[in-house]
């Protein structure tokens, strides 16, 4: 462990590292037996296409072939996966913008605005403003480490053993303060959902969202479906047309 423990000998190399560097090394350092695996996989997946071949009447080494590559393609893409998804949080990727570019992609087909880096003066800043037909919401990113549960308990989010909420107070408030300043400018009433983005952690629902204490929580990739799933109000073009130049207008612009 980082800090060190009464019954663990101390290991001058990882005195002082923080959580990511630590994560690299052991990542680094199970490289061999990474590919010890993959290897064995791949050699299954032969044995395996061979078998499959002699039942079948196909051509035994090619179908080997085939399914030994299956076999290992997908080990390392399994591996590439859980190693991408800790990007964000080792500071390799930018969250906000892996999930606006899922926005937009899934979103502005649909009639919806995606607005970024906005900020009332003074205010709050949100990394994402989304107007469309089904309503407003704004989305905020956050990275944890990858040993990291996200859940919800009765009507309470928990990060681990902490509660969510401090996180979900700060987006509700941000949500309220874009609310009424888009509502006085336009004369539109609107409500805001506030989403977070995870980035790295494991959101303990198969569905990959988590709702409560009036936050939902999502990986990046889930959240056009919840909005699109959840309207909150219905807008017209000439209303997102509306909301979104007037947020344009005085919403701040965040570099």
Not at 44 to 52: D, E, K, Q, S, T
Not at 60 to 65: M, N, S
Request: aromatic fraction near 8%; proline fraction near 4%.
């Amino acid at each position: 462990m980082p800090n060190g423990s009464i019954y663990v000998p101390r290991d001058e190399k990882f005195t002082g590292s923080s959580p990511q560097n630590l994560y690299l090394t052991f990542w680094l350092a199970g490289r061999k037996n990474r590919l010890r695996l993959r290897a064995a996989y791949t050699v299954a997946g032969f044995v395996a296409g061979h078998l499959l071949a002699a039942r079948l009447g196909w051509n035994a080494f090619a179908t080997g072939v085939v399914l030994g590559a299956l076999a290992g393609g997908t080990d390392a893409f399994i591996a590439w996966r859980s190693h991408e998804r800790t990007a964000v949080w080792r500071g390799k990727r930018r969250g906000e913008v892996r999930t606006g570019r899922i926005l937009r992609m899934m979103l502005r087909r649909r009639g919806y605005r995606v607005m970024d880096g906005r900020a009332v003066p003074g205010k709050a800043s949100v990394d994402h403003l989304i107007i469309g037909p089904g309503g407003l919401w704004i989305v905020d990113n956050e990275a944890w480490s990858p040993d990291t549960i996200v859940a919800k308990h009765g009507k309470r989010l928990f990060f681990d053993e902490k509660y969510g909420t401090s996180v979900a107070k700060g987006l509700i408030g941000a949500a309220t303060d874009l609310a009424e300043v888009l509502s006085r400018e336009t004369g539109v009433q609107v409500t805001i959902s506030p989403v977070l983005a995870l980035h790295g952690c494991t959101i303990a629902n198969r569905s990959g969202v988590v709702s409560g204490e009036g936050l939902t929580v999502a990986y990046p990739r889930k959240i056009p479906g919840v909005i699109r799933r959840n309207p909150t109000a219905q807008l017209d073009a000439e209303q997102v047309e509306l909301l979104s130049r007037t947020a344009a207008r005085i919403l701040r612009r965040m570099s």
